[in-house]
């Protein structure tokens, strides 16, 4: 029944949403880390789908752009959204966890066998280490993309985030007081513009690596990649279509064709057919994911409610765990059973993945909830009087 999500959305909870981002923070993982588990003789377009779950980041960051004009779109429009308040909450959110997997390499890092085992480290000298360790806590990385496989290498996105949050502010009444047929516009303009720059690169092929993969390696492709200004058309494609929403929230409208429809368009892009890869990891699929979910918001049908049963809801809350904390879990595991990187088979990478969840739960109850009342506390009291909407609490975002 569509009206189950909807007086959800009355109450200001998108719980739909929350359980959705469970599945795309699984399969940024899965992409990362799950191959062991398709192996060789499993079917193709399994593995392609689990190949290509970087393009998690892009729904994320759409989603971002949609959850904060949903939470924040009435008070921009009046123009009572306090920047500094709305910074101090979104750096609280994200902080705690982004902090804690940094902490979590710095033994890696900094002892020799340790740092030699780990991909993100290598050799480098400790003035190397310390250095991208410090541009890594100021969430500057992105802005060097060749410092992003560096640390952690997930919290590129959480850097373009930092940016997105700067942004919003500014952006969000202009976009949010723009009429119908001008948001629309947006959303095209933005598609256009956020697929620009690989369209480019794929042409002129300045680093010549000819056809490239998730495996190429390329100073220009790096900046392609995570720059967080180059993705920023996906964080306002995201705004323009929370302020839609916004618009259309009163009215009753069958969301569960809508969301149905968008999954399995997706899934058949990323089993199916022969994409190029700059374009999907920078926001190809961008329209089906505002699709999906504006399908979602409104009610989302059978799908919407999967989605919004009470554990994958949990485990919504704690996917920016999940995400964040993935990479320093896998090394530490990988260095206690002794085995070098990239030798994990199918039943310790299943390990992996309970073990994973059980510690973003964890994180989420003992270090980001209190985390982020201790930062609201400490950068500004006033800070915790900001007007949050009841579903975007533990907003947090991801990325591969």
Known sequence: METVGIRSAERGRLDSLTGARFLAALQVLLFHFGAPLVGPGGPQWIERVRARGFVAVSFFFVLSGFVLAYQYGDAALKGRLERRSFWVNRIARIYPAYLLGLVALVPLALFKPWGTASQAFGDASVRAKVATGLAHIMMVQGWFPRLVSS?????????????????????????????????????????????????????????????????????????????????????????????????????????????????????????????????????????????????????????????????????????????????????????????????AGPAFVLAYLGLAIAAALACHRFIEQPGRLWLRRLLTPAAATLPVAPFARDLKLSAG
């Open 151 to 343: 640390w952690n290498i997930p919290g590129w996105s959480l850097c373009a985030e930092i940016f997105f949050y700067a942004v919003f502010p500014f952006a969000a009444a202009l976009i949010l007081r723009a009429s119908s047929r001008r948001l629309f516009g947006l959303l095209g303009v933005s598609w256009v513009a956020t697929l620009l720059l690989p369209l480019l690169y794929m042409y002129w092929d300045p680093d010549r690596l000819g056809v490239t993969t998730d495996h190429s390696f390329g100073l220009w492709l790096l900046a392609v990649k995570f720059v967080p200004l180059i993705r920023l058309p996906e964080f306002l494609f995201g705004v323009a279509l929370g302020a839609l929403f916004l618009r259309q929230r009163d009215k009753v409208a069958a969301g569960g064709p809508i969301a149905w429809a968008a999954l399995g368009l997706v899934g058949i892009c990323l089993a199916f057919l022969p994409l190029p890869y700059p374009l999907l990891h920078n926001g190809l699929l961008m329209p089906l994911f505002g699709l999906g979910i504006f399908g979602l918001a409104r009610g989302g049908g059978s799908l919407g409610r999967l989605l919004a049963t009470r554990p994958l809801v949990a485990l919504g809350e704690a996917s920016y765990a999940l995400y964040i904390l993935q990479v320093p879990l896998m090394y530490w595991l990988l260095l206690a059973s002794g085995r070098p990187p990239g030798s």
